[in-house]
C-alpha cells in the first residue's frame, strides 16, 4: 500500500515551486521523483524551491532523491533552496548534513528572495 503524498508545483516568476504534503517513505519515493524530474525537465539554468511545510515524514531514499536534484542543478548553473521544514523533518536533514549543502530557509518567500 502506498502512504499518501501530495505535490504542488507552481511557477513564481521562473522559478519552480515543488509545495509537499504528508509523507516521503519507500513506498513513494520513486514515483514522486520520476514525477519532479519529469517536470524539471532540463535542468539547465533552473530555480528550483522545495517547500516542505506540509511533510510530515521523509526517509533517507527521498533525502537521497532531494540531493540529487540538487546536484543536477547546481551541476546546470542553477539555483534550489529548501524552505519551510517543520521542526521534526529540519531535525532530520540537519542530522545528515542535508542543510549544510543545500540552502535551507524559513519561508518560501525568503527562497524567492535569494533566488533574485
Given at each position: ?14 522559478v ?25 525537465g ?42 519551510n ?32
Amino acid at each position: 500500500m502506498q502512504t499518501l503524498i501530495e505535490v504542488n508545483k507552481k511557477d513564481v516568476n521562473g522559478v519552480l515551486v515543488f509545495e509537499f504534503t504528508w509523507e516521503l517513505d519507500e513506498t513513494n519515493a520513486d514515483k514522486t521523483f520520476k514525477t519532479i524530474y519529469d517536470e524539471i525537465g532540463d535542468f539547465t539554468s533552473k530555480s528550483i524551491v522545495f517547500n516542505l511545510s506540509g511533510l510530515k515524514y521523509i526517509n533517507s531514499k527521498s533525502i537521497g532523491y532531494i540531493a540529487d536534484v540538487f546536484s543536477n542543478i547546481e551541476d546546470s548553473s542553477g539555483k534550489m533552496y529548501i524552505s519551510n521544514c517543520s521542526e521534526w523533518v529540519k531535525d532530520i536533514l540537519e542530522l545528515v548534513w542535508i542543510t549544510t549543502i543545500i540552502p535551507t530557509v524559513d519561508s518560501e518567500e525568503q527562497a524567492l528572495e535569494a533566488i533574485k
